[in-house]
Nanobody, 128 residues
Framework: QVQLVESGGGLVQAGGSLRLSCAASGRTFSWYAMGWFRQGPGKEREFVAAISWSAINTDYLDSVKGRFTISKNNANNTVYLQMNSLKPEDTAVYYC?????????????????????WGQGTQVTVSS
């Protein structure tokens, strides 16, 4: 079992920044990829970013490249999503997820079903 708790969401003006955190507990020694997803109003949940255990490999949704950065701190089992230059279209509930099944360090899936545990989500609202 892995428990994930997101924090750091809030209300920000367009052009502003937020840093989301995802604290993992439980079987944290055995995860192989962690991802951030988001679900906007009336939309399906979509992939945003992912990072491998080694942190060597990362992947981003095209629309957030250059604005968002995913990182991790093994010492406290936390994954971060630094979000800069936020836009109203970034408004969504943001979820972190963990994949426990190993394939390769460079394998960072974007499909929801490839992740095993999910957090409860944190709301990000960007006003224009």
């Amino acid at each position: 079992q892995v428990q994930l708790v997101e924090s750091g969401g809030g209300l920000v003006q367009a052009g502003g920044s937020l840093r989301l955190s995802c604290a993992a507990s439980g079987r944290t020694f055995s995860w192989y990829a962690m991802g951030w997803f988001r679900q906007g109003p009336g939309k399906e949940r979509e992939f945003v970013a992912a990072i491998s255990w080694s942190a060597i490999n990362t992947d981003y949704l095209d629309s957030v490249k250059g604005r968002f950065t995913i990182s991790k701190n093994n010492a406290n089992n936390t994954v971060y999503l630094q979000m800069n230059s936020l836009k109203p279209e970034d408004t969504a509930v943001y979820y972190c997820a963990v994949r426990l099944r190993y394939y390769s360090d460079s394998y960072l899936p974007r499909a929801i079903e490839q992740y095993d545990y999910w957090g409860q989500g944190t709301q990000v609202t960007v006003s224009s």
